[in-house]
């Protein structure tokens, strides 16, 4: 399969294109590096630097020729959509509609979107499935949700097929832990740092931490079914911010009290997922139970810092 990834140098992209070119298929990446990290780029895909909201988009599309793509560029961080609408606005929906033209213009069958569990805002009940009222409290949950209603517009009026993966806490090597995001990849760093990590409220709010390698495998898993349909890709498991935080000082081996923080306004006291429709739909499960994903976590983050460490000892 022709397959091409936005925003494969980031975080989950990356996981995703490591595992299409595992199972032999042809890949191209589009990323501007807003977030993302050469680093993260896998050198048997053909890269190209460029802004999905660039004009020279379809060209770039038009050289590769997908069939499918996986949209996954995007500004990801709530903060940033609080503190800058036009620009979440911008990357997200101006951005995707280029990515859709673009999808449109050459021939593109299919386009599986990373969507978000921020769209539901506050649940009314648990877990949350597909049904549940999307009202999202943040700027970055509104673009999440204008983006579905795109999806099903480009499929009904234009042919594109799509599937959209609301996802819940993604976690996993590669997660950047100097952004507000990815609770998991801030206090692994901290606690291997010697820093003392801080959690907010009273660290009882339950989310749903799924694994990267798991989420990539949904998003090859809907390349081939799910079309016209919204996924819950979650654990269907809630873990709270302190039980998450033990078990990251069990795998870095240190007992550290950390600092409490007031409530963050927008935060949600609980919300986890009901997979049983990706489950039926695409027969996709999460592989990956926590403890495992944050031991694996935990090493990648060793080896990350481990330059640095011997840089510093060196002088
Ligand atoms: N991490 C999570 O828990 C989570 C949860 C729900 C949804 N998502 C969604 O999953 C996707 C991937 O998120 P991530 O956590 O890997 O974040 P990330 O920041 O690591 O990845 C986003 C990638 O998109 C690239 N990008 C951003 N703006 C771009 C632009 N204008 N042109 C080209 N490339 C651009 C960035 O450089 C980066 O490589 C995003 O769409 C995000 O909204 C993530």
Redesign the pocket.
């Known amino acids: 399969m022709r397959t091409l990834v ?9 996981h995703i294109v490591d595992l299409l070119i595992a199972e032999g298929h042809d890949v191209a990446v ?8 050469r680093t ?1 780029l896998n050198r048997r895909a053909r890269f190209y630097e ?5 004009p020279s988009l379809r060209q770039v599309f038009a050289a590769v020729e997908p069939e499918v793509v996986f ?7 709530v903060k940033v959509s609080t503190d800058d609408p036009l620009y979440d606005a ?3 929906v101006m ?1 995707l509609v280029n990515v859709l033209e673009a999808c449109v213009e050459t021939g593109v069958r299919k386009i599986i ?6 769209t539901y805002g506050n649940p009314i009940y648990l877990p949350i499935d597909e049904n549940h009222p999307q009202r999202p409290e943040s700027p ?1 949950g509104i673009t ?1 949700m204008v983006a579905e209603h795109y999806l099903r517009y480009y499929a009904r009026d234009r042919g594109l097929a799509f599937t959209a993966l ?6 996993g090597p ?3 832990a100097y ?1 507000e ?2 609770v998991v990849a801030i206090f692994a760093r901290q606690l291997l740092t010697g820093q003392i990590p801080t959690i907010h409220w009273d660290g009882e709010q339950v989310r749903d931490y ?1 694994y ?1 390698t798991d ?1 990539a495998r949904a998003n090859l898993l809907a390349a081939t079914a799910g079309d016209g349909c919204c996924y819950c890709i979650g654990t269907g498991i809630g873990t709270t911010v302190n039980r998450l935080y033990d078990l990251i000082c069990a795998a870095v081996g240190v007992r550290v009290t950390p600092r409490q923080a007031p409530r963050r306004p927008g935060d949600l006291r609980t919300a986890y997922f009901d997979n049983a429709r990706a489950a039926r739909d695409l027969g996709w499960e999460p592989l990956v139970p926590l403890a495992e994903g944050i031991r694996i976590t935990v090493e990648a983050c060793r080896r990350e810092l481990a330059p640095d460490a011997i840089e510093a000892a060196v002088g």
């Open positions: 936005t925003g494969g140098a980031g975080f989950i992209g990356s589009i990323d501007n590096f807003a977030t993302g990290k993260n460029i802004d999905i909201l660039s949209h996954q560029a995007a500004q990801m961080s911008r990357v997200n951005g979107f990373a969507s978000s569990g921020a970055y999440k609301r996802y819940g806490n993604v976690y590669r997660q950047d952004g995001a990815g799924v990267v989420v």
